[in-house]
């Protein structure tokens, strides 16, 4: 029996003895808990030795000479938009990890046993070609914010109202564009309370009067929001100007009412609602320090402010509840979204707030006097993508913990991938019933798709800096759970800004895409060009990278099997001058922006490879031209992979059979377009695809999933900054549906209780709770299920996963 297999088996024991010792309540705690006092867990064999790339870490520095001028946006080539900073990590010497990809075997070189000379290392001491300038200038969605916002600006003179205020009617205008483009997607505002202020906003003009600063703040920002949402060939036939003149002038009427309304040391909600308001559409596809930094100082004005409380600790009514919770998570996004384009680290933790998430409800029955207080709806509402995202956005919160907390050998990979899985089969179950619907509407279906994005986006949030790791390969089963989530990932992406249902959202797009995933991919089916997926992967490459498909390729003019080989050495020579492009531009970004290489980064051997053996064969072995190979049939994995020690056996067509794919792929410029139920019965829960976790039964739906009691309450969080909070995580059953964070409110009168009036003894009516029905076999190899299956303890595993573990069984 394996290390893995064990560890399962030992985790079931753990948590059915947890129960039946009666130490803690099973509705609150699910199917994932972690016994306070066990040790860590076993970690599986294919982990024990496997560690994230050492090029890689959460700080950065520059040198002093460095010039402040120039732009810290990166560059850009095709819809990539690239830093020091990939996937939140610093990696300043990510042109060499290039240039060692670069190194090596092309699958139009020879196959050959002569031994070949060894390759110069690396050298970028001499002149480097000059490259356009345009790729490192800001691209159009770039809004960076004036400093005079807080140091008291303005120029020679004060600006009044009058100098920015537009008519009533193209006020009308932006504001139905805000009500269409922007709240739907990014909501932070009430609807009825805003049309109530807006109202009153221009009733105060019509008298003569100067509005209050924080109502003139907040309607300017709506109309900022909105200008941005717009295109340029929309605002030049209705308001007869450009975008950028639009988005100035209300960009400079927004900041002039904030420093008005001296939102640094502000109290009024109205005010701080503005000013996150304001960042939302700036925070997007490119994000400066600047942006960063108004984002930390938004957060501690928020905490100063108690917005990390949740509002019902204080006895708030159900509209302000609603709108603090709104403005507290958006900031909670705005703070995972500029640490990953300007790091280092996360300003807000889970065990510092207690806010719940905004209730899945419309915004109408805020309006509606209720004796009894609101709760979740279990159907689509106003507030159900905005709720989507704020779930998955603390979820990609988590994982940031856990990285570090894999790294101190605290937890391993496989756990941290099994609260993924917890939290997929979870939001499948609340949210699918509000998506398969008779008739969705686009919003609907784009909530579909984002979800899927999200989840997918977490495990390579997860995986990534393990998969270029030099001196160690990535195990197989984890290096698939890479292919398949990123793949999936990028078609979500490309088809939520391709549709043309869903283009007047796709302006907000880049604050959840930034492309990085498109690198990856290409780095991957660079060095395995024939992997199953490499026929979608292309697809989306060439969109990402907007360069011209090949003519081989599916669907295109020269496409036959006939030509795959060409067709192979084509996506080589096109991988290979992408690369090249990168690895060029991040060398000049590199020597503008004067990057401090860690000591600690210097010294590893890692880098020693880097700076010695750019051209170093992994323990992959090498790839070889398909000339030599048969024709490769779809539905079929060819492994061309040598482990260590291996016999030298040829390329094996059945290691792995899948099932059978479309004879061919789509052409280039076909995506595949989703489906969806047109009558209730058609609605199945199987038919929403998520990636590399599929369950090997359907998802349950839990009932409870709303009503679920408290956490356990206490003065102090008991987790530190290094724990996630494992034990109360939102999404596992019977834990509190409202929060993602870990902050307990303060104790009811009288002293302390248990959630729900229970004490620690379980009563001999109740039961112990099953284990959560985890996807072990896919969350341990990504395989179709086989045929034949064997029993193992209180797990169905199929026969084809041992087989590959176990080769001799």
């Not at 790294?407 to 939290?423: D, R, S």
């Not at 290094?722 to 034990?727: A, L, P, R, V």
């Amino acid at each position: 029996m394996g290390s893995l297999e064990r560890s399962l088996e030992q985790d079931v024991v753990d948590r059915k003895a947890s129960f039946q010792e009666g130490q803690v309540d099973s509705n609150t705690l699910g199917g994932l808990l972690e016994n306070p006092n066990e040790g860590p867990n076993p970690i599986p064999e294919d982990e024990k030795n496997l560690k994230p790339t050492s090029l890689a870490v959460q700080d950065a520095a520059y040198e002093d000479g460095s010039d402040d001028d120039t732009p810290d946006l990166g560059f850009k080539l095709g819809k990539l938009r690239m830093t020091d900073r990939v996937g939140g990590f610093f990696r300043p010497k990510i042109a060499e990890e290039i240039t060692m990809a670069l190194g090596d075997l092309s699958v139009s070189d020879k196959t050959t046993t002569e031994p070949k000379p060894k390759p110069k290392p690396p050298s970028f001491r001499g002149p480097i070609a000059e490259l356009d300038e345009s790729v490192f200038t800001p691209g159009p969605s770039y809004i960076a914010p004036n400093s005079d916002m807080f140091f008291g600006g303005g120029g020679e003179r004060r600006y009044s109202l009058a100098d920015f205020l537009p008519s009533r009617a193209a006020a009308n205008r932006l504001l139905q564009q805000y009500w269409e483009a922007v709240d739907p997607i990014a909501k932070v505002v009430h609807r009825p309370t805003f049309e109530r202020q807006y109202e009153n906003f221009w009733l105060d003009v019509s008298r003569g009067l100067e509005p209050a600063n924080s109502l003139q703040a907040i309607i300017f920002a709506a109309m900022f929001s909105a200008a941005i949402s717009m295109t340029e060939d929309s605002i030049l036939s209705t308001f007869g100007v450009t975008q950028k003149k639009l988005i100035e002038n209300f960009q400079l009427a927004t900041e002039m009412a904030l420093g008005k309304a001296n939102f640094l040391k502000t109290t009024k909600t109205q005010t701080l609602q503005a000013l996150v308001m304001y960042m939302i559409p700036m925070c997007r596809a490119e994000v400066s320090r600047a942006h960063s930094v108004l984002v930390g100082t938004a957060i501690r004005l928020a905490e100063c402010m108690g917005f990390h409380r949740d509002p019902e600790e204080y006895g708030l009514g159900p509209i302000e509840t609603h709108i603090r919770r709104m403005i507290w998570y958006q900031l909670c996004f705005l703070d995972i979204r500029t640490m990953e384009s300007q790091g280092p680290r996360l300003s807000i933790r889970r065990e510092d707030f207690s806010t719940k998430f905004p209730l899945n409800i419309d915004e109408k029955d805020l309006c509606v006097p209720s004796t009894v207080p609101l709760t979740d709806k279990s159907q689509w509402t106003d507030m159900t993508y905005i709720r989507i995202r704020f779930e998955c956005h603390e979820l990609q919160r988590i994982i940031n913990v856990d990285r570090l907390r894999i790294e101190k050998k605290g937890i391993n990979l496989t756990h941290v991938l099994g609260k993924i899985e917890a939290f997929r089969q979870a939001a499948t179950a609340k949210f699918c019933p509000l998506f398969q619907v008779p008739n969705p509407k686009p919003i609907q279906k784009a909530a579909q798709l984002l979800l899927s994005f999200y989840l997918n986006r977490s495990y390579i949030a997860l995986l990534h800096r393990y998969h270029n790791s030099i001196n160690l390969v990535v195990p197989d089963r984890l290096r698939q759970i890479i292919i398949t989530s990123g793949t999936q990932q990028l078609e979500d992406a490309i088809e939520l800004e391709t549709n043309s249902e869903y283009r007047q959202w796709t302006w907000y797009l880049g604050a959840f895409n930034q492309w990085h995933t498109a690198f990856l991919l290409l780095v991957e089916v660079h060095q395995h060009p024939l992997r199953k997926e490499s026929d979608r992967i292309w697809r989306c490459l060439y969109y990402a990278f907007e360069t011209t498909p090949s003519p081989y390729e599916p669907g295109q003019e020269k496409y036959s099997e006939n030509n795959r080989h060409k067709l192979l050495v084509h996506r080589d020579r096109k991988a290979r001058a992408i690369l090249g492009q990168l690895q060029q531009r991040m060398v000049h970004y590199r020597e503008r922006r004067k990057l401090r290489i860690p000591v600690s980064m210097q010294g590893t051997q890692e880098a020693s490879d880097l700076n010695a053996r750019p051209g170093v064969q992994r323990q992959e072995g090498v790839k070889t031209s398909e000339s030599s190979q048969p024709p490769r049939h779809e539905g079929q994995y060819i492994s061309i992979t040598l482990a260590p020690g291996s016999p030298q056996t040829g390329p094996s067509t059945n290691q792995t059979t899948l099932p059978p794919s479309q004879s061919h792929a789509p052409p280039m410029t076909a995506y595949p377009q989703r489906t969806y139920s047109q009558t209730p019965s058609q609605a199945q829960s199987g038919q929403f695809f998520y990636g590399p976790l599929q369950s090997l039964h359907n998802p349950q739906y839990m009932p409870d999933y709303v009503q679920r009691l408290a956490r356990g309450q206490s003065l102090e969080s008991e987790t530190t900054s290094e724990d996630s909070g494992s034990s109360r995580l939102w999404f596992l059953p019977g834990a509190a549906s409202g929060s993602a964070g870990l902050a307990p409110p303060p104790p009811p009168a009288g002293g302390m209780a248990m959630a729900g009036g229970q004490g620690f003894t379980k009563s001999g009516t109740q039961e112990d709770l099953p284990m959560l029905d985890i996807d072990w076999v896919s969350l341990t190899w990504r395989l179709y299920i086989a045929p034949s299956f064997v029993q193992f303890s209180n797990l169905i595993m199929p026969f084809s996963y041992f087989a590959l573990i176990f080769p001799d069984i």
